[in-house]
């Protein structure tokens, strides 16, 4: 399936962005293959609702965008987090405001990059998708070392393509820019150009080094499931992947459904005879009626005939049904997400089983985009201290997942407030348990709350006769 979704944008590198040239102009030894960076373009057409089997005939369910945002949703419902610098934390707190959307991006597209950049003497950070970077160096435990990251955007006719290459040597973070023009429907990386000449990049060095470091400056961020395009990769696929073969029949099956219900319409064929015409000789229907009646010759044997088959819904449901159980099976995720629970029959170890695989999906995305955070922080830190922002000399971060799709919230309240009215646990276990806080953060709250409560009156003592 993948092979031949590849073959219907081949040579998209070639007139878009030519991949060679760019390991040329740098002379790399890349570790990341052609087929990898097509492979992210299938990926992200897929997520846009432009694969390449939809048309006219065949409608979209958009399954793999509803996955994406579905399981960035689980993965990050409670996520909290924070640095213990407060001018780190002051501009990692704008950037987590947006994460459940970097996730979906990164879910959808297999990676994705967290890039600080120092700018009018600030620092802000820019989170760049998997099809807008080239991973082409990794050490021996997946850790990116390499990283050529593409800012590009067109001007009329004519495309400018700024590529800034990044490599981490011994302590040492190397950058190089090289910026391009070409045209958009032609070779667009065919003129090398100064950066001065252009605004947007006038002030960026064409070659800079950042010392006394041990990693890239930003956090790269890759799916962990194993990579079916190239087994020796680091890199992770997107979440769909494995599915996209399921995803096709899917809208096939969803188109099959929606053409039942259009070719079962109610119709009424009605012979012409039986309508006025009117001034260009046509029958005159009824306002509003025209898709109800439908044109019988005058020779036909009938004068009228209602059209009204039965719907077969209930069995191409139950197929689609089937398919979606089939995706979520391939996607790792548990029946239900996207299926019809009420029409599958599964045992209590089934369903069991798949809230397992879907734990495991939503824990290995979450300890990904925690190290990938973890990196990113640490780059802030190293631009406070390169552009003089105050920092501490060292700091710590925190970091809070929920873990709700294995718990039964609504169970563990329920059992909680049983145990509190029979005294088996105090308010502050209770509060523990249903709100996921911490020992301190319960005693604040009771406490906060009997100051608010109003002190009961004493009753007056009863005057004695």
Same mark, same amino acid.
């Given at each position: 399936?993948?092979?031949?979704?590849?073959?219907?944008?081949?040579?998209?590198?070639? %007139?878009?962005?030519?991949? %060679?040239?760019?390991?040329?102009?740098?002379?790399?030894?890349?570790?990341?293959?052609?087929?990898?960076?097509?492979? +992210?373009?299938?990926?992200?057409? *897929?997520?846009?609702?432009?694969?390449?089997?939809?048309?006219?005939?065949?409608?979209?369910?958009?399954?793999?965008?509803?996955?994406?945002?579905?399981?960035?949703?689980?993965?990050?419902?409670?996520?909290?987090?924070?640095?213990?610098?407060?001018?780190?934390?002051? +501009?990692? $707190?704008?950037?987590?405001?947006?994460?459940?959307?970097?996730?979906?991006?990164?879910?959808?597209?297999?990676?994705?990059?967290?890039?600080?950049?120092?700018?009018?003497?600030?620092?802000?950070?820019?989170?760049?998708?998997?099809?807008?970077?080239?991973?082409?160096?990794?050490?021996?435990?997946?850790?990116?070392?390499?990283?050529? *990251?593409?800012? $590009?955007?067109?001007?009329?006719?004519?495309?400018?393509t700024r590529l800034e290459y990044n490599e981490l040597i011994d302590t040492s973070v190397h950058i190089k820019n090289i910026a391009y023009k070409g045209q958009g429907n032609g070779v667009v990386l065919s003129t090398k150009i100064d950066l001065k000449s252009v605004e947007k990049w006038k002030d960026l060095e064409e070659v800079a080094q950042i010392d006394n470091v041990d990693r890239l400056i930003g956090g790269f961020f890759t799916m962990r499931n194993a990579n079916t395009i190239d087994n020796n990769s680091p890199m992770g696929v997107a979440i769909f992947h494995n599915a996209i073969g399921t995803l096709e029949e899917i809208d096939k099956q969803f188109s099959r459904t929606l053409w039942e219900y259009e070719g079962s319409e109610l119709a009424i064929d009605a012979?012409?005879?039986?309508?006025?015409?009117?001034?260009?000789?046509?029958?005159?229907?009824?306002?509003?009626?025209?898709?109800l009646y439908r044109m019988l010759d005058s020779e036909s044997e009938k004068e009228w005939n209602v059209f009204s088959p039965e719907i077969r819904d209930t069995s191409l449901f139950n197929g689609l049904n089937e398919l979606l159980r089939q995706a979520e099976s391939e996607m790792g995720l548990s029946f239900g997400v996207l299926s019809k629970m009420d029409n599958i029959a599964k045992t209590a170890t089934e369903i069991e089983s798949s809230k397992q695989d879907y734990y495991v999906t939503v824990s290995d995305i979450q300890t990904s985009l925690q190290t990938a955070i973890e990196d990113l922080i640490y780059g802030i830190y190293v631009l406070c201290k390169l552009y003089g922002i105050p920092v501490a000399?060292?700091?710590?971060? !925190?970091?809070?997942?929920?873990? !709700? +799709?294995?718990?039964?919230?609504?169970?563990?309240?329920?059992?909680? $407030?049983?145990?509190?009215?029979?005294?088996?646990?105090?308010?502050?276990?209770?509060?523990k348990i249903t709100r996921d806080w911490s020992e301190e953060e319960a005693l604040a709250f009771i406490k906060k709350m009997e100051k608010r409560s109003p002190k009961k009156e004493e009753e007056p003592l009863e005057e004695e006769e």
């Open positions: 399936m993948i092979n031949r979704i590849v073959n219907t944008i081949k040579g998209w590198w070639k %007139n878009m962005f030519d991949y %060679n040239k760019v390991i040329s102009d740098f002379n790399l030894d890349t570790e990341t293959s052609k087929e990898m960076l097509d492979a +992210i373009k299938i990926w992200s057409d *897929i997520f846009n609702g432009n694969a390449s089997w939809q048309s006219k005939e065949v409608k979209s369910l958009h399954i793999a965008k509803t996955t994406c945002e579905k399981v960035s949703k689980a993965v990050t419902i409670e996520f909290k987090s924070s640095c213990s610098d407060k001018n780190i934390d002051k +501009i990692y $707190q704008r950037f987590i405001r947006n994460i459940r959307k970097y996730t979906e991006y990164g879910i959808a597209k297999g990676s994705m990059f967290f890039k600080p950049t120092y700018e009018n003497g600030k620092i802000k950070v820019t989170v760049i998708q998997g099809d807008k970077f080239i991973p082409f160096k990794f050490d021996d435990t997946g850790e990116l070392l390499g990283i050529i *990251i593409i800012d $590009q955007f067109t001007k009329g006719n004519d495309v400018y012979d012409v005879s039986l309508f006025e015409p009117d001034k260009n000789g046509k029958p005159k229907l009824p306002k509003g009626k025209n898709r000399n060292s700091y710590d971060t !925190s970091f809070s997942w929920d873990d !709700s +799709i294995l718990k039964d919230k609504e169970m563990l309240q329920k059992q909680a $407030q049983l145990e509190l009215n029979q005294d088996i646990i105090d308010k502050v276990e209770y509060f």
